[in-house]
Each structure stands twice: as C-alpha cells, then as structure tokens.
C-alpha cells in the first residue's frame, strides 16, 4: 500500500496522521512518499509507522520535489521490487 502526502515544516501533514491512525494495516507492506518544494523527508515514515502495530511492514519512503520526471519515480519504484505500469 502505497500512502502518499505533503510534507509541512518536516511532517507529514496533520491529516494523514489522522488516516493512519483510523485504518487498520495490520499484515500490509506501506510505502510512503511525501512532495514538497523546500522541506526533507526527515523521518516522517517512522513517525508514521510508530501510529501503528508491529505487524505492519514500513519500507523506507522517499520524497519528491515538484517536476519529478516519471523516469524518477518508476526507478525508485524499480528499487523497491515493483515495476510501474506501462503509460499507454
């Protein structure tokens, strides 16, 4: 499961605190990513994974600046074993 958001002075935004908080991922594999135009990712993906129990599986996240090239994205996504689909 993939969870993107905005990242807000280093956080993830308030609101998806709240989302991680209200679903059930026990047993899932999340992938976060978060965009911003000036802050880091910093450690908004162990924040986020402390909302939840042990039995959920974090990957590492990463985040994108405004104008990613999709090339970008599907390599990252290549890096974590999953393979984009094709735009068609």
Do not use: H
């Not at 993107?4 to 991680?20: L, R």
């Not at 910093?42 to 402390?50: F, P």
């Not at 042990?54 to 599907?74: D, I, K």
């Amino acid at each position: 499961m993939f969870i993107g958001y905005p990242i807000w002075w280093g956080i993830a935004a308030w609101p998806v605190d709240t989302f991680v908080k209200a679903n059930d991922f026990t047993g899932k594999t999340v992938i976060p990513f978060c965009t911003s135009a000036s802050s880091g990712y910093g450690c908004t993906g162990e924040i986020l994974a402390a909302l939840t129990d042990e039995s959920v599986n974090w990957l590492e996240g990463a985040r994108f600046p405004a104008g990613t090239a999709a090339a970008e994205m599907a390599e990252w996504l290549a890096q974590k074993g999953l393979v984009p689909c094709a735009a068609e």
